[in-house]
């Protein structure tokens, strides 16, 4: 079968969401249009001409990408079968249709209980809860440790061997289960941990080209939360993979870990509680092991991380999610073991049991806080994971909007202009536009607050190909060159923002907030005015600290 295109009403200026003023959602919607099926293929020209220019391939200048509608997902969820978790898979998945999400991907940790028992019981129940709702797109994946370095996100297409590739990746690459966890700069076994990981991506990326799998992707998981991603493992693993490793966690889960009284002084969002040991990187500053305004550091460093990654010209996209484990408040706890049963030998924690008393915890439902909007253009698996390898997306928290259209376009063009993710082929001096459509909140969030945007920021760089110090986190040409108040506007409305197309490529990408807690950005107020801040441990209120960011649209300015 194959996945139906969206029909005419999907305005590219207007999201799903943004076009339900009395509460109906987006799969309503799309039901109404005829779009669920259980169906997996998706081509679009317009991508396949994005590579060809990202490759140098040339092309007519301008661009155009097709209509999009967005849906709304968690690609890092925890169920009873991970070792640390707590809840079943059918109390997960219906959190996360009470909280809007069109799909979900489960990724249980590696051990060995999970990789011989765990694996096959998760699947038995996906593909029940498939067939039962073929409207919500449940994914099965698995949280790898990545050798010497800490987690990704892997996940497959359905299909007849996604447990398969699943669990045969998990027993040949897994640096927990091999031992082959360590990577600090004194640790004799680092280079062949590091290499393993190369040799697992580059195992995943041939089940895909083989047609083993129809799809997998890999994204690293809160890469800055015990600094022992360095900058080099982060490329290496992208060039070992293209298309199969696609960015990073932009912000990790754990989003209510500081919410004041609840855990500690010492809490901060995101469990980013930690400083610098033998394992890390050690050219992290100190200040990389928080989140600012929840989110990590990488990402939330105007100048930093991400931003060198993208100057490279190379796309690398950011996400959000909820890694559920424990819930905020919760009351449930884990059950007892029956005589004689561990994890190791069953796969599976008991079903846990309502105590009546909130538990421990730092997390929140999927879709509850974090939210990663991919833009699609038919509905089903294939179509969210092009989307994500597309990089049509943008990611908020608290339910701060509702909807995000963006498209860059050259003056004197006529058409659509390009998106997220995608490329524009200009010459030097021609003038653009970037047209932003915001739709803001229509109904308040789960926390009961009515969120509002104050201010949208433009953050452009320059683009000046491959580094030579793969371990460089800077890009020293990167800033915000442009801030809209937005203050008290409601409805749909687009910001049209003038761009000229200089001497050098470039990108531009998106970022705002509701505006209660900014500063200095860490690369100095020239470089980020306003910017996201730490909050003071055990004072992170995630509802009363949101933001909102998008993946870059590169430019690519002919003769540069």
């Known amino acids: 079968m194959t996945e139906q295109q969206l029909p005419d009403w999907a305005d590219p200026s207007v999201s799903p969401a943004a076009l339900d003023p009395q509460g109906v959602s987006r799969r309503a919607l799309l039901r109404r249009a005829g779009l669920f099926g259980a169906a997996f293929a998706l081509g679009s020209a317009a991508t396949g001409r994005a590579q060809a220019f990202a490759a140098g391939d040339g092309g007519p200048l301008g661009g155009e990408d097709p209509r999009l509608a967005y849906l709304v997902g968690d690609h890092h969820i925890h169920s009873v079968y991970s070792h640390d978790a707590k809840y079943t898979f059918s109390q997960l998945a219906a959190k996360g249709a009470r909280y809007g999400l069109d799909w979900m991907v489960f990724t249980e940790h590696s051990n060995f209980g999970h990789a011989d028992f765990g694996a096959a019981m998760e699947h038995r129940e996906i593909l029940k809860a498939r067939s039962e709702n073929p409207r919500q797109l449940i994914f099965q994946g698995l949280e790898w440790y990545i050798p010497a370095a800490e987690h990704c996100t892997v996940f497959t297409a359905p299909g007849p061997h996604e447990v398969d590739v699943l669990t045969r990746f998990e027993s040949a690459y897994d640096g927990k289960l091999l031992a082959y966890d360590k990577g600090g700069p004194a640790d004799a076994d680092t280079a062949r941990n590091e290499a393993h990981a190369l040799k697992g991506l580059k195992w995943l ?291 049209r923002i003038p761009l000229t197309a200089g001497e050098e490529s470039f990108y531009v990408r998106l970022r705002g907030s509701d505006g209660n807690r900014n500063g200095a950005g860490y690369l100095g107020a020239s470089v980020d005015p306003h910017g996201p801040v730490p909050h003071p441990p055990g004072d992170g209120d995630p509802w009363a600290d949101t933001w909102f960011y998008s993946n870059p649209v590169f430019v690519d300015v002919e003769g540069s």
Not at 209 to 221: E, F, K
Not at 362 to 372: E, K, M
Not at 448 to 455: N, Q, R, S, Y
Not at 464 to 473: E, F, I, S, Y
Request: one cysteine or more; proline letters at 7%.
């Open 205 to 495: 990326a041939e089940q895909r080209r083989s047609g083993y799998v129809d799809d997998v992707l890999v994204l690293a998981n809160h890469p800055m939360r015990l600094g022992i991603d360095s900058p080099h493992e982060m490329r290496n693993w992208r060039d070992a993979a293209p298309g199969i490793v696609i960015g990073m966690e932009g912000a990790p889960g754990a989003q209510g870990a500081a919410i004041p009284g609840w855990r500690g002084a010492t809490s901060i969002r995101g469990e980013y509680e930690n400083k610098p040991s033998a394992q890390s990187w050690p050219g992290y500053p100190a200040e990389a092991y928080l989140t600012y305004g929840g989110f990590d550091w990488a990402t939330a460093t105007v100048g930093g991380l991400w931003d060198s990654l993208l100057a490279e010209g190379r796309l690398f996209s950011v996400t959000t999610n909820s890694d559920a484990h424990r819930i905020v408040f919760d009351t449930w706890k884990n059950g007892d073991w029956q005589p004689g049963q561990t994890f190791d030998n069953t796969g599976r924690l008991p079903d846990p049991v309502n105590t009546g008393t909130p538990q421990p915890g730092s997390d929140f439902w999927p879709g509850q806080f974090s939210r990663t909007h991919v833009g699609v253009t038919r509905y089903g698996y294939r179509a969210v994971m092009s989307g994500l390898r597309a990089g049509r997306v943008w990611l908020d928290h608290g339910h701060l909007l509702d909807g995000l259209d963006v498209r860059l376009s050259r003056d004197r063009d006529r058409g659509r202009g390009v998106t997220l993710g995608g490329r524009l082929r200009v010459c030097k001096g021609e003038r653009l536009t970037l047209n932003v459509t915001v739709t803001t909140a229509s109904r308040p969030n789960p926390q009961g607050i009515l969120p509002e945007l104050a201010h949208v920021d433009v953050i452009r760089g320059a683009v000046r190909g491959p580094v030579t110090d793969r371990d460089a986190w800077k890009a020293p040409d990167t800033r915000v060159v442009r801030t809209e108040d937005v203050s008290g506007r409601k409805g749909t409305y687009t910001l």
